[in-house]
């Protein structure tokens, strides 16, 4: 009996520790996701240019979102982006929902006002690269022919003094 005691408050301990470090984890995510927080402009999109990349399903070129504004809000996951237009870019504003997990992904899904968003099951991932509390950029892995094609898309905040 003393055994089978002695194993079971060994398996409490080994689940509390595991607990623990998950939370941990989830601070630092935590702590990650609100330095996203507020208002971000797109600053520059570099991708090998040989190819014409349309990027999330707006039917615009990639440069079109050069410019592009973004407004994240950590404590419910929600934002828009907005294209601004003109030439041949279209004017989009698109609401979204987003993620930031524990191995660095920002997955966010279009979401429409008459739409749940738990009911899109399609959406976008990119990896974060070079965070800092001005600036971060978010790199796609876009599939081409067999190859992976990487587009980095590089934030600047907006009103940086304000934050």
Known sequence: MKKILFAGLIALFAISCSSVKQAETAQTTRAEVLKLKGDWQIASV?????????PFDEGADAQCFVGSQWKLIPNNYTGSYTINGGDSCPTVTQPIKFEITKDN????KKVNADVKAKTVVAGYILQFEKQDTNSFTLVQNVPFEGNILKVYYNFVRINATQQ
């Open 105 to 108: 992904e920002f997955k966010f």
């Open 46 to 54: 570099n991708y090998e240019k040989g190819y014409k990349i349309k």
